[in-house]
Every structure is written in structure tokens, then in C-alpha cells.
């Protein structure tokens, strides 16, 4: 058929791939047409086929599947990706989508699921593994949330902030920004009030959480 779905599979055990495709091809609109066991063979591999969906894996060698979703992304390369894996963490799935993954799905998932799946990114929509649509809502309206208590913070206060997210003292900070001790204490109320948070640890881990601070 030429309207075939073209697809590649990126995964380092070769049981998984072998698995996928003979479940796939069951299909008479699906067609495998590449392979990768590592990151960077999954990238030199699309510049020779050119799938329309590639199935990527994340624990890989050399590449793991976000790097490679990266390296992508960097190159304009014009491919769905659809994320199998194990890691049910949201995080994991927060990454992805930040990045900018059309799909997301666990290898515990029924065939059908993938299928849908595949059919979903490839008609321009993106799919995620059901079971995680709860947890990534409740992230992204918690992240939201922190954004516009961010965007409340003046720059002075802002600066207060990741000070005191330093580990400094009020004293250390009035003299870090050329202010006095009573108007650094005014400040951290402010700041306390504005996100939410009742002393430093709190605002500490707010700032963390949020990148506000490099704490490496």
C-alpha cells in the first residue's frame, strides 16, 4: 500500500524490536523500515529512511531517547516521535513534552493503545500514555501556578530571593545588594507572602524548583 505508515524503532534490546515489529506489521497500513539499538545509530539510521514515526526508547547507549529527541528537534528533522518506555515518573514525560515529543507510552501498554497511539501523531495530535494525564495536569497547573507567583516578585525581590536560596543570611544579602539589613527583612516578607511560603526553606525549595538558582 502506498499510504502506509512508515516506521522506525529505536530500542537497545533486540527482543523489544523484533517484538514491535512482528506486532506491528499485523497491521496492513503499518510498515517497519529501520532499526536502532543506540542513540547515535538511531540518528544516523533517519538520515538513510526517513520513517514518518519513530518509536524511541529513552534508557539507550551512547544517545538515550531525550537526547536524541533533542538532537531532533535542533536539526528540524521532520519525524514523529513516539516515546515507548518504562519510566511511568512524570517527570520523565515532562521532559519529553518540554522538549517537544508528540507521544508518550508505556511498554506495559496494550497493542491497541499503540496503535492509537501511532495513528494519533500521525494525524498531527498528541498522545499520552492515559494513566499519566492526571499527574501531568496536576504538574503543569502547580508550574503555572509558581509562574505567575514569579512573575508577582519585583527584580529586587527576585534578587532576595535566590540569596536566601544561596543559603545567605540578611545581613550577607544587604551587603551583596547595597541595602540595609531592615529593607532585605522587609523583602523576604514580601516574598513570603507572594509565593506562598512560611519561612526560608520553603522559598528555598520554591526557587530551586523553578531554576531560579543554580545550586551546582
Known amino acids: 500500500?502506498?499510504?502506509?505508515?512508515?516506521?522506525m524503532i529505536a530500542d537497545d534490546h533486540s527482543m523489544i524490536r523484533e517484538g514491535l515489529k512482528q506486532l506491528l506489521?499485523?497491521?496492513e497500513n503499518f510498515k517497519v523500515i529501520a532499526?536502532?539499538?543506540d542513540g547515535e545509530e538511531c540518528l544516523n539510521v533517519l538520515n538513510t529512511y526517513h520513517p514518518d514515526v519513530l518509536l524511541l526508547d529513552i534508557n539507550m547507549p551512547k544517545k538515550n531517547g531525550l537526547e536524541v529527541l533533542m538532537a531532533l528537534n535542533n536539526r528540524n528533522y521532520r519525524v514523529k516521535v513516539l516515546i515507548l518506555t518504562v519510566h511511568n515518573e512524570v517527570e520523565y514525560l515532562m521532559k519529553a513534552m518540554d522538549i517537544?515529543?508528540?507521544?508518550?507510552?508505556?511498554k506495559d501498554s496494550e497493542s491497541s493503545e499503540l496503535k492509537k497511539a501511532i495513528l494519533t501523531v500521525i494525524n498531527g495530535e498528541t498522545y499520552i500514555q492515559p494513566s499519566l494525564i492526571p499527574m501531568y495536569n496536576s504538574k503543569m497547573i502547580n508550574l503555572e501556578s509558581d509562574y505567575s507567583k514569579i512573575?508577582?516578585?519585583?527584580?529586587?525581590e527576585l534578587d532576595v530571593l535566590k540569596s536566601l536560596a544561596l543559603g545567605m543570611y540578611n545581613k550577607e544579602i544587604a551587603i551583596k545588594l547595597e541595602i540595609s539589613e531592615r529593607t532585605v527583612?522587609?523583602?523576604v516578607s514580601n516574598i513570603f507572602k507572594k509565593i506562598?511560603?512560611?519561612d526560608r526553606t520553603q522559598a528555598a525549595v520554591f526557587a530551586i524548583r523553578n531554576n531560579l538558582v543554580d545550586i551546582n
Open 151 to 156: 512573575e508577582s516578585l519585583t527584580k529586587r
Open 185 to 187: 527583612k522587609n523583602h
Open 100 to 106: 517537544g515529543v508528540d507521544g508518550y507510552l508505556l
Open 25 to 27: 506489521e499485523l497491521e
Open 35 to 37: 532499526e536502532a539499538n
Open 196 to 198: 506562598s511560603v512560611s
Open 1 to 7: 500500500m502506498s499510504n502506509r505508515v512508515k516506521i
